[in-house]
């Protein structure tokens, strides 16, 4: 009787011990998504910051073009709303928004010798190159974290666990239609 009572003690403790890992495996795996989540933001946020010295300096020599940088505006708002949710869609939209409304500038610019050669302008168009190879970054992160966060809530012994750690499958951080490609600009 007693062995009995010490295996069933020991299977317990085994079983809750196990429902422990499996609850904390899958919440720091959701962590890990959410996180790769606001990297995204902190990226996108640091373009739309960059974005009105660029557009202050391309301003200084095509004062006419007014369309394009109300267009700017538009997008650094929009990417600011989308930041503030979770809707990872919304945030590619307004992304790709923002980078299309880039692009306008940079086809601006073009235009524009001397701009293309003042030193301001140069290490901004730098430090914009920089923020989009942090973007491409974090963006694979993110989808790096959902798929491991995806694998574990849809696999054995994990799925179990999914409803009472109250962890569910995200969504991946796609290009809109269209967007798949990144803008280019040549000067």
Known sequence: MLIALIVIVVVIVALVGFGVVGFNKLRKADIGAQEALGGIDVQLTR????????????KGYAAHESGVFEAVTAARSRV??????DAVPEKAAADAELSNALVNVMAVAE?????KADTQFLDLQRQLTDTENQISFARQYYNDAVTTLNTLVQTIPWMFF?????????????????QQAPPTVTF
């Not at 373009?47 to 391309?58: F, G, K, M, S, W």
């Not at 235009?111 to 701009?115: G, S």
């Not at 499958?169 to 796609?174: A, G, H, L, Q, S």
Request: zero cysteines.
């Open 162 to 178: 999914s409803g009472f750690a109250k962890v569910s499958t995200r969504e991946f951080y796609k290009a809109p239609e269209g």
């Open 47 to 58: 373009r739309a910051d960059l974005i009105p010295n660029l557009v202050n300096t391309v």
């Open 80 to 85: 600011a709303k989308a930041a503030e949710g």
């Open 111 to 115: 235009a524009y010798p001397d701009l």
